[in-house]
């Protein structure tokens, strides 16, 4: 007896050979460069000149706040850092202070100890390589004892106004959750965000991503309401797709009506 299969397969016409396997696609970007653009327009009505909340009154004194700042509250370094930098503010002040000193301003810090020797150790180096002064290069400051590449990302956008974006938990929990920037690490995030936000908003984005993270798209619970680019995100975990009014938000935290 014929064996039917062998029939139909013989019956079926010749094709030609077989393709190769073709690559996945990319996945496509979640935003539209135009959307991308609209956030950060929203952004810069919201807070035209944002403000870290870390106090300083100088390069140094903001690199110090940042390096303390790691594993801690920018409150709980501020209320340190006051009366440390009422005292010394300069590198070679902080050296002839001493690390039993600078651990006495900061021991009510996360992880005083450790943070007081790099202090000092770093206010060493830049007198004993820099001259005193903060470097406004990347790679000379995460050359810095406990400086990372998040740290000096910071340094060299607050303090030189150059248009990086460091990467705090905030910003990495933004850019997975909204899929503004997905990454599984700071580094991935960082890159992906340089890459999509417009030249003319870099200045500021580090800053308008963190206290968006911070006040509105929260970790726990983000708040959808209050937030003024409900419509474009994309999300799944949003509440709403109807944007908060956009509104100037002052220096000392209150609202007044956007242009």
């Not at 327009?41 to 004194?61: C, D, I, M, W, Y």
């Not at 990467?167 to 959750?177: E, K, P």
């Not at 340089?194 to 206290?211: E, F, G, N, T």
């Given at each position: 007896?014929?064996?039917?299969?062998?029939?139909?397969?013989?019956?079926?016409?010749?094709?030609?050979?077989?393709?190769?396997?073709?690559?996945?696609?990319?996945?496509?970007?979640?935003?539209?460069?135009?959307?991308?653009?609209?956030?950060?327009?929203?952004?810069?009505?919201?807070?035209?000149?944002?403000?870290?909340?870390?106090?300083?009154?100088?390069?140094?004194?903001?690199?110090?706040?940042?390096?303390?700042?790691?594993?801690?509250?920018?409150a709980g370094v501020n209320?340190?850092?006051?009366?440390?930098?009422?005292?010394?503010?300069?590198?070679?002040?902080?050296?002839?202070?001493?690390?039993?000193?600078?651990?006495?301003?900061?021991?009510?810090?996360?992880?005083?100890?450790?943070?007081?020797?790099?202090?000092?150790?770093?206010?060493?180096?830049?007198?004993?390589?820099?001259?005193?002064?903060?470097?406004?290069?990347?790679?000379?400051?995460?050359?810095?004892?406990?400086?990372?590449?998040?740290?000096?990302?910071?340094?060299?956008n607050m303090a030189f106004?150059?248009?990086?974006?460091?990467?705090?938990?905030?910003?990495?929990?933004?850019?997975?959750?909204?899929?503004?920037?997905?990454?599984?690490?700071?580094?991935?995030?960082?890159?992906?965000?340089?890459?999509?936000?417009?030249?003319?908003?870099?200045?500021?984005?580090?800053?308008?991503?963190?206290?968006?993270?911070?006040?509105?798209?929260?970790?726990?619970?983000?708040?959808?309401?209050?937030?003024?680019?409900?419509?474009?995100?994309?999300?799944?975990?949003?509440?709403?797709?109807?944007?908060?009014?956009?509104?100037?938000?002052?220096?000392?935290?209150?609202?007044?009506?956007?242009?």
């Amino acid at each position: 007896m014929k064996n039917p299969k062998a029939k139909s397969a013989a019956a079926r016409p010749a094709v030609g050979p077989a393709k190769a396997k073709s690559r996945p696609m990319r996945a496509r970007p979640a935003y539209r460069p135009e959307e991308v653009h609209e956030i950060f327009r929203r952004f810069s009505v919201q807070r035209p000149e944002p403000k870290g909340e870390l106090e300083h009154v100088n390069a140094f004194t903001l690199l110090v706040a940042v390096v303390l700042s790691a594993q801690a509250t920018d409150a709980g370094v501020n209320k340190a850092t006051r009366p440390l930098f009422a005292v010394a503010d300069t590198p070679e002040q902080m050296v002839a202070l001493g690390e039993g000193e600078v651990g006495r301003y900061i021991r009510t810090i996360g992880l005083w100890r450790g943070k007081a020797r790099n202090v000092i150790a770093l206010s060493q180096a830049l007198v004993r390589d820099h001259g005193g002064a903060v470097p406004d290069d990347r790679e000379a400051l995460t050359a810095l004892p406990g400086v990372g590449r998040k740290t000096a990302n910071v340094v060299l956008n607050m303090a030189f106004g150059q248009p990086t974006m460091a990467v705090d938990t905030h910003i990495f929990r933004i850019g997975n959750r909204i899929l503004l920037a997905p990454g599984k690490t700071p580094e991935q995030v960082e890159a992906g965000l340089v890459k999509i936000i417009p030249p003319q908003y870099m200045r500021h984005a580090h800053h308008w991503l963190i206290l968006h993270g911070r006040y509105v798209c929260k970790a726990r619970k983000p708040d959808c309401p209050r937030c003024v680019i409900a419509d474009l995100c994309k999300s799944p975990e949003k509440t709403t797709s109807v944007p908060a009014p956009l509104v100037e938000i002052g220096a000392t935290g209150g609202l007044q009506a956007a242009q």
